[in-house]
T-cell receptor, first 107, second 112 residues
C-alpha cells in the first residue's frame, strides 16, 4: 500500500457479530480517517480521529488510535449484511490509503 | 447539493483514442483530487488541485492530463493509454479547512 498495512485483508463474520479491522502506518500523522467502499463504487467517509485523540465513537463504529505504535483499529459492533464492503484507513493530509480489509457479513 | 458526480460511468477506449473524464461538485469545495484504483487495491493519488491550481502530481505519466477549468469542475484528459491503465478512476473534493474527502462514484475505464 502507499502508506501502511491493514489486517486482516479479508474478514467474514455472521450478522450480529463484531468486526475489528486494524491499520498501521509508517510516518507521523495529524489525523487518520476511515472510509468504506461498496463493491466498485466511490468511497464514503466514516470517521476521523486526530493524533491527540485515543478513541472516537460514531453510532456502531468505534475507532482507536495508538500513535506510539502507529496503529489504529476500527470496530463495527452488531454487524449487518449491509456492512459488507471494503474498509480503508487513510492518513490525513496526503491521503495515503492502507491496503484495506474486505468485510463480508453473512445474513 | 452534497455530492460529487462523475461522467461517464463506464468508458472503453483504444490505445490511440483521446477521451476525457469529468468530475463536478457544487459544494464550494476548493480542493479536488483524482485517484486511480486497480481491482482489490486501495486508491492511489494521482493529482490534487487547490484553488484551481495543480498542487500535487504524483509522477503520473503525461498520457494523463488534468485540467481544472473552474472551482466546480475537474477533467482528466486521456491520450495514448495502455491496457494497464484500465482501472476505476475516482474523483474527490474537500472543503478548505476540513479533512474529509467526498468521493464520486468513479469512472470504470477499460483500455483495449
Amino acid at each position: 500500500s502507499q502508506q501502511g498495512e491493514e489486517d486482516p485483508q479479508a474478514l467474514s463474520i455472521q450478522e450480529g457479530e463484531n468486526a475489528t479491522m486494524n491499520c498501521s502506518y509508517k510516518t507521523s500523522i495529524n489525523n487518520l480517517q476511515w472510509y468504506r467502499q461498496n463493491s466498485g463504487r466511490g468511497l464514503v467517509h466514516l470517521i476521523l480521529i486526530r493524533s491527540n485523540e485515543r478513541e472516537k465513537h460514531s453510532g456502531r463504529l468505534r475507532v482507536t488510535l495508538d500513535t506510539s505504535k502507529k496503529s489504529s483499529s476500527l470496530l463495527i459492533t452488531a454487524s449487518r449484511a449491509a456492512d459488507t464492503a471494503s474498509y480503508f484507513c487513510a492518513r490525513g493530509g496526503d491521503m495515503r490509503f492502507g491496503a484495506g480489509t474486505r468485510l463480508t457479513v453473512k445474513p | 447539493d452534497t455530492e460529487v458526480t462523475q461522467t461517464p460511468k463506464h468508458l472503453v477506449m483504444g490505445m490511440t483514442n483521446k477521451k476525457s473524464l469529468k468530475c463536478e461538485q457544487h459544494m464550494g469545495h476548493r480542493a479536488m483530487y483524482w485517484y486511480k484504483q486497480k481491482a482489490k487495491k486501495p486508491p492511489e493519488l494521482m493529482f490534487v488541485y487547490s484553488y484551481e491550481k495543480l498542487s500535487i502530481n504524483e509522477s503520473v505519466p503525461s498520457r494523463f492530463s488534468p485540467e481544472c477549468p473552474n472551482s466546480s469542475l475537474l477533467n482528466l484528459h486521456l491520450h495514448a493509454l495502455q491496457p494497464e491503465d484500465s482501472a476505476l478512476y475516482l474523483c474527490a473534493s474537500r472543503k478548505g479547512g476540513e479533512e474529509t474527502q467526498y468521493f464520486g462514484p468513479g469512472t470504470r475505464l477499460l483500455v483495449l
